[in-house]
C-alpha cells in the first residue's frame, strides 16, 4: 500500500534530521540533502524536510519544519508502528 503523511513539526532541520536518523538507525537508510530513503526488501520510505522558517507565537520565534513521509508497499499496522516509533524519537524535541 501507499501512504502519504504530512506533518508541521517544531525544530530546526538539523533538530529534527537528528532524530530522524536516530530513530532509523537499525533501518537501511541513505540521506541525500534534506531528503531520506528507507529500503527494506520491496519497501520504501522518502521522508523529506523543507524547512518553513520560523512562527511569532507571543514573543517566542519558533522554527518550523516541515516533514513528508512517502511510504511504499507498507502495511497500515507496518505505518503505524514506524510513525509509533518516530514519535517516540521526536517526543524530545518536544512534539
Same mark, same amino acid.
Given at each position: 500500500?501507499?501512504?502519504?503523511? /504530512?506533518?508541521?513539526?517544531?525544530?530546526?532541520?538539523? %533538530?529534527?534530521?537528528? +532524530?530522524?536518523?536516530?530513530? =532509523? #538507525?537499525? @533501518?537501511?537508510?541513505?540521506?541525500?540533502?534534506?531528503?531520506?530513503?528507507? /529500503?527494506?526488501?520491496?519497501?520504501?520510505?522518502?521522508? %523529506?524536510?523543507?524547512? +518553513?522558517?520560523?512562527?511569532? =507565537? #507571543?514573543? @517566542?520565534?519558533?522554527?518550523?519544519?516541515?516533514?513528508?513521509?512517502?511510504?511504499?508497499?507498507?502495511?497500515?499496522?507496518?505505518?503505524?508502528?514506524?510513525?509509533?516509533?518516530?514519535?517516540?524519537?521526536?517526543?524530545? @524535541?518536544?512534539?
Amino acid at each position: 500500500m501507499e501512504f502519504n503523511i /504530512t506533518h508541521d513539526m517544531q525544530g530546526t532541520l538539523r %533538530e529534527i534530521l537528528r +532524530e530522524l536518523i536516530q530513530a =532509523l #538507525g537499525h @533501518l537501511n537508510f541513505e540521506l541525500k540533502g534534506d531528503t531520506v530513503f528507507v /529500503t527494506d526488501g520491496s519497501k520504501s520510505l522518502k521522508v %523529506e524536510l523543507v524547512y +518553513e522558517g520560523e512562527r511569532h =507565537l #507571543g514573543l @517566542l520565534d519558533l522554527p518550523m519544519t516541515e516533514v513528508k513521509y512517502a511510504f511504499s508497499g507498507y502495511s497500515v499496522a507496518e505505518k503505524d508502528a514506524f510513525m509509533k516509533h518516530l514519535q517516540q524519537h521526536m517526543q524530545r @524535541l518536544g512534539q
